[in-house]
T-cell receptor, first 113, second 112 residues
Framework: KAGVTQTPRYLIKTRGQQVTLSCSPI?????VSWYQQTPGQGLQFLFE???????NKGNFPGRFSGRQFSNSRSEMNVSTLELGDSALYLC????????????FGPGTRLTVL | KQEVTQIPAALSVPEGENLVLNCSFT??????LQWFRQDPGKGLTSLLL?????REQTSGRLNASLDKSSGRSTLYIAASQPGDSATYLC???????????FGKGTKLSVKP
């Protein structure tokens, strides 16, 4: 079974731009979560989608948004990029979300200049 | 608010040594606890998942225990190998929040 895939793997943007990251979960998984990883803050939860509905949201500004499609693929969007948004963005999938193992993708490395 | 702490932040051991990584959490109302491994610049690899009703889980040379009442989990690695060198992360899934809350990790280096 193919693992979680994320595209693109690397992105370089400038301040003020917007960016869209994509995540394809493991086949059959309906829950997709997004995390931001930085050296200072570690891994922080952004949001979780389950069957196209946002089920949970972390403490991030409204510039961070996401959605999930009927095939469970998910996208996250960051508008008006700031230097502090530079991070590794990780996506995780699981079959149910609340009790199952979370499987992570390789991440998208975003650099904001 | 749930907080997860991992001690030590870094650990260096010679090959073949048995070792224990520690994880503590402040709120015992958890659904489960998961241990991950992360290699530099890569995503997370799930190692073990312990449900709140379980005391331990084993996979090969790895054994994870959970003591909810004391808010602690340990990851035991037997006969360490250089390939075990990575950052090990502990994460809990809380009651009302539902998302994973991570510790900052323990960076393990196993010297040949």
């Amino acid at each position: 079974k193919a693992g979680v895939t994320q595209t693109p793997r690397y992105l370089i943007k400038t301040r003020g731009q917007q960016v869209t990251l994509s995540c394809s979960p493991i086949s059959g998984h309906r829950s997709v979560s997004w995390y931001q990883q930085t050296p200072g803050q570690g891994l922080q939860f952004l949001f979780e989608y389950f069957s196209e509905t946002q089920r949970n949201k972390g403490n991030f500004p409204g510039r961070f948004s996401g959605r999930q499609f009927s095939n469970s693929r998910s996208e996250m969007n960051v508008s008006t990029l700031e230097l502090g948004d530079s991070a590794l963005y990780l996506c995780a999938s699981s079959s149910q979300g609340d009790t199952d193992t979370q499987y992570f993708g390789p991440g998208t490395r975003l650099t904001v200049l | 608010k749930q907080e997860v702490t991992q001690i030590p932040a870094a650990l260096s051991v010679p090959e073949g040594e048995n070792l224990v990584l520690n994880c503590s959490f402040t709120d015992s109302a958890i659904y489960n606890l998961q241990w991950f491994r992360q290699d530099p610049g890569k995503g997370l690899t799930s190692l073990l998942l312990i449900q709140s009703s379980q005391r331990e889980q084993t996979s090969g040379r790895l054994n994870a225990s959970l003591d909810k009442s004391s808010g602690r989990s340990t990851l035991y690695i037997a006969a360490s190998q250089p390939g075990d060198s990575a950052t090990y992360l502990c994460a809990v899934r809380g009651g009302s929040q539902g998302n994973l809350i991570f510790g900052k990790g323990t960076k393990l280096s196993v010297k040949p």
